[in-house]
């Protein structure tokens, strides 16, 4: 199938027929969906990978793929086996269109499912019925002014209720040495509290040339632990042994987990602890701290009986093979605790993997009401253990500053010039201690008010509306009905995914208020060396092109200051693409005040009315630049290049 173009609403489902609602009550942030073909499947990818395909978020992703569990019906075929659909897809997604030129399309092997992962935001005002807009309640770190014609909300402000912690982050090292090494005796002692070591026997500072410089800690077997502050500089390296050993405490969750590894005997000794009469659970390797990670995770329900998980997103996944041995189980004083065995190695692809090398797992825990596995509520928490060496010298190693959003580590990428403009703007979104607003505020079923303010009860009930156009493809004596249209994407913003407009001066005049971040990059930065057929981000072969012709480019920014979005050769200033937002005038809705749509650049034959699209080398320098309105401040815009065209030769 050949799709050549897509309509989508947000609508109440009525007798009457399908009603939409006002982009000012449901915020759709943004959405990522795909059709599914018969010989695809959805799965989750890690954050890290689902970055190099083309994601902005800086969150495991849900993507389709090829079904590796059965035989390409059609292994030589260049036909994808699923699409996505990730153009104009934010606030601008209904009244920006989505379709290309006449023999380009999408092209779909055997299409038969639907799948989206949308991100909307509740902005309705229950408290007012006028025609208009009003915002209702907004937190008071909200950067939206005065009767402004959008909600503060849409912007994800970091409101009270939401929970982030600072500091200065440490890490342990079991192997190597440290890259920065801590400065004194004093922050040795601080480090060893933030990384959670207790049962501290002694600290120590020594200077000797048979152990690591610096901080380190060495863990003896009866589980007491002697600190050590080395002020001699060494060549010894950290770690040694057969032995590790880690804890953590997730008082929020009520869980505390100890992780005992043997690499002689290749034994996982994992000892857990919770509420007695409830059910408690530990999920490994975790990097988001959310259950859309799909960890491997231990359930012990409330008599202690131990089931083993592969959880699903934000659900409860499935139980998998039992591979762990119950070798202890006891309560006492209202707190169960289990000893469980298992090796090192797992079972399944499910299972987890302790790897001996590894310095640290990141973790997340939960604990019910319940004695049987069931919704945790808000007693769940992540965080990461550290393993340290028995017998044998850990070090403790400087990080830099870390933090986390309502108990999720927080983790960014801005790029340095010449990739983006963020560090050397020193903006806030870059780093925790400065964060402000944005995705990481956003999670699900976030509520984004202040402590003191009342959630409004009233729940909203709505769908998201897809139509597909499409022409059947044909292949005949080697000629295509159809052309392919692969993905192009680039994030301004590199690699951070989103940024904070901060306020202009009081004195400067609101005409004059604008704020600028430019990117400079190659086409082959965006380029997705692999099999289109099993992947829909993939570019397929490219090595039988020299190039890239754009076919359709769509910049993503949100209202209300979005300005400008410019796309240039480098090597030729040729202005490629450039966006001026078309701002709604009315309260009427698909006109809403100051929600914008953004006209898309399409390229193709004259003859349709088109300008021929500019050939661009792997190696072309690209250039692109964002300008906003800064009369107020803002937290989360974007400013992403999400493009279709074909591969060329020169």
């Known amino acids: 199938m050949a799709v050549i173009g897509y309509e989508a609403d947000q609508v109440f489902k009525t007798e009457e027929g399908d009603v939409s609602v006002p982009i000012t009550w449901a915020y759709n942030h943004h959405y990522v969906a795909y059709l599914i073909g018969a010989n695809s499947e959805m799965r989750k990818v890690p954050a890290d990978i689902a970055h190099r395909m083309g994601h902005a978020t800086g969150q495991d992703v849900w993507h389709s793929f090829l079904r590796e569990d059965i035989n390409d019906p059609n292994p030589g075929s260049s036909i994808p086996a699923s699409q996505w659909f990730s153009e104009g897809n934010g606030g601008e997604f209904r009244k920006s269109f989505h379709g290309y030129p006449q023999g380009m399309a999408q092209l ?35 950067a939206a002014p005065p009767n402004a014609s959008y909600s503060g909300l849409l912007e994800c402000p970091c409101a009270s209720r939401i929970d982030k912690n600072i500091s200065i982050s440490y890490v342990t090292a079991t192997h190597d040495m440290c890259k920065t090494e801590i400065h004194n005796s004093k922050e040795c002692l601080e480090a060893a509290s933030n990384l959670g070591i207790k049962d501290i026997s002694s600290s120590i500072e020594i200077s000797d040339e048979k152990y690591p410089s610096g901080c380190f800690s060495t863990t003896l077997a009866n589980g007491s632990m002697a600190l050590y502050y080395n002020t001699i500089s060494s060549s010894v390296e950290c770690g040694g042994g057969d032995l590790k050993s880690g804890k953590f405490s997730a008082d929020t969750s009520k869980v505390n987990i100890q992780l005992d590894l043997d690499s002689s005997s290749s034994t996982a000794t994992i000892t857990m602890s919770g509420p007695d009469g409830k059910w408690f659970a530990a999920g490994f390797n975790a990097p988001n701290f959310a259950m859309s990670d799909l960890p491997y995770t231990i359930v012990v329900d409330g008599a202690g009986n131990v089931a083993e998980y592969k959880l699903a997103n934000h659900a409860p996944g499935s139980q998998i093979k ?329």
Request: glycine share 6%.
């Open 108 to 142: 779909i092997d055997s299409p038969t499912a639907f799948h989206i992962e949308p991100m909307q935001i509740d902005t309705r005002n229950r408290h007012y019925n006028g025609t208009d807009f009003k915002a209702d309640i907004l937190p008071s770190c909200s």
């Open 322 to 650: 039992t591979s762990v041995k119950i070798k202890s189980n006891k309560a006492a004083d209202g707190v169960r605790t289990v000893v469980l065995e298992r090796d090192m190695t797992g079972a399944t692809s499910d299972h987890f993997n302790f790897d001996f090398k590894l310095e640290s797992i990141d973790m997340i825990f939960a604990s019910g009401s319940e004695s049987t596995y069931s919704y945790h509520g808000t007693t769940r928490s992540g965080g990461t253990l550290h393993m340290m060496s028995v017998e044998s010298p850990t070090c403790i190693c400087y990080e830099g500053v870390s933090g986390s959003i309502n108990n999720i580590p927080f983790s960014k990428s801005c790029l340095p010039p010449p990739k983006g403009d963020l560090l050397k703007d020193r903006n806030p979104t870059c780093w925790v201690d400065t964060y402000q607003g944005g995705l990481h505020c956003c999670h699900h079923e976030v509520v984004l008010l202040d402590k003191d303010q009342e959630q409004p009860e009233e729940e909203m009930t709505y769908h998201m509306k897809f139509r597909f156009w499409f022409q059947e493809y044909k292949e005949e004596n080697g000629i295509q009905s159809h052309q392919n249209l692969i993905r192009f994407f680039w994030v301004t913003e590199a690699m951070s995914g989103e940024y904070d407009i901060p306020k202009c001066d009081e004195q400067t005049a609101d005409e004059n208020c604008v704020y600028e971040i430019t990117s400079n990059f190659t086409v082959r930065d965006m380029m997705q060396d692999c099999d289109v057929r099993k992947n829909p981000s993939c570019w397929g072969n490219t090595t039988d092109f020299d190039g890239i012709n754009i076919i359709y480019a769509a910049g993503h920014c949100h209202a209300p200051s979005c300005l400008i979005m410019e796309l240039y050769n480098a090597d030729t200033n040729e202005l490629l693409c450039r966006h001026d937002p078309v701002y709604g005038k009315s309260h009427e809705v698909f006109d809403e005040l100051g929600f914008i749509a953004i006209p898309p650049c399409l390229f193709g034959p004259e003859d349709q009315g088109l300008t021929p699209p500019t050939f661009l080398s792997y190696d072309t320098n690209l250039f692109s630049r964002k300008v906003n309105n800064n009369t107020n401040a803002h937290y989360g815009e974007m400013a992403l290049w999400q493009m279709r065209g074909v591969l060329a030769k020169k």
